[in-house]
């Protein structure tokens, strides 16, 4: 799905995309075009691999959004979207969410990130001013592989807000980008690491410098990005191949309450992603599922017949 807009209050929602190339790709018609208010939400995107070819022709994307020269994109929601499926041998895949250029105010929350079987990739790459990172699970699937990286979260921006996300089993779990990313204070905490690294290394990179073992977590990582008190690193993140935690999961019970938060655009994050509600008060999941509280959605009843008189 290619657009290329003017304007505002652009909506891309409740698709099922698979077999392409690119799924959503973003940009302005020209290049002092400012685009606001664009909400991609409720996307299932998935299988790339048909599109791989040896030459980096199509490096596919399941999101890719890009603000240039003196235009920009802003407003920008993106939020309870899967991404999985075979996206093919990381030849070519730049990512299941791709940012470049000038982004602002954008809002990631709620999305589900599952592993390429067998082979690496990045999952998310973003870069924004204003840019909040809330509740979403990345799951990873190998290590580098055909020379080729595979990170959880490459990050950049200003004023960025990251917290209560799981992200597990990719080579670098974040990879600071740059001359960026910063962080608004205390908005780097309440998040699930685990079972990263190749051996137990390269966990973590801060801004393009030398990689931090994962054993140094509470140590080098903290000291260099600020990380808080309350994020931590586990062996396991003890999910569920949907990316849902299991009973006894370190995710259950690790994140901040951010009801205060859910407003406007972003109300729906008082939900996780299959509309189980979050506590109003107290402790979140760590994640995009929320386990065990809260009420799911009334489901339809089933077997009914109806008499005509």
């Not at 079987?117 to 990045?122: A, D, I, Y």
């Not at 396991?236 to 949907?242: E, P």
């Not at 992603?273 to 799911?296: E, K, L, N």
Request: with cysteine.
């Amino acid at each position: 799905m290619w657009l290329a807009e003017n304007g505002t209050n652009i909506s891309v929602y409740n698709n099922n995309i698979y077999n392409m190339g690119h799924g959503i790709a973003f940009g302005q018609s020209s290049s002092s075009a400012t685009v606001a208010g664009l909400y991609f939400y409720g996307n299932h995107i998935h299988d790339t691999a048909n599109w791989d070819s040896d030459n980096d022709q199509y490096h596919e994307a399941g999101m890719h959004l890009w603000g240039y020269a003196s235009g920009h994109l802003q407003n920008i929601y993106i939020y309870n979207n899967l991404f999985d499926g075979n996206w093919g041998n990381m030849c070519c895949i730049t990512g299941h969410i791709y940012n470049e250029g000038d982004l602002r105010n954008e809002w990631v929350f709620n999305n589900v990130s599952l592993p390429n079987p067998g082979k690496s990739m990045n999952a998310f790459t973003l870069g924004a001013s204003n840019l909040y990172v809330l509740n979403n699970t990345i799951v990873g699937g190998a290590t580098a592989d055909n020379g080729h990286s595979n990170m959880g979260l490459d990050i950049q921006g200003s004023a960025i807000i990251q917290q209560n996300n799981v992200i597990t089993s990719s080579e670098t779990l974040v990879y600071g980008n740059k001359n960026t990313p910063a962080w608004v204070t205390g908005g780097l905490d309440y998040n699930l690491y685990a079972n990263g690294g190749s051996g137990g290394a390269d966990c973590f990179n801060w801004k393009q410098a030398a990689y931090i073992n994962c054993s140094a977590f509470s140590t080098t990582w903290r000291a260099d990005s600020g990380e808080g008190s309350h994020s931590s690193y586990q062996s396991s993140a003890n999910l569920s191949a949907t990316g849902q935690p299991n009973s006894g999961s370190p995710a259950i019970g690790a994140g901040i309450n951010l009801s205060s938060l859910c407003i406007g655009p972003a109300a729906t994050l008082w939900q996780d992603s299959t509309g189980v509600s979050r506590p109003s008060s107290g402790m979140w999941d760590a994640g995009a599922y929320q386990f065990g509280t809260g009420s799911t959605k009334p489901v339809a009843p089933a077997g009914l017949t109806a008499t005509v008189h």
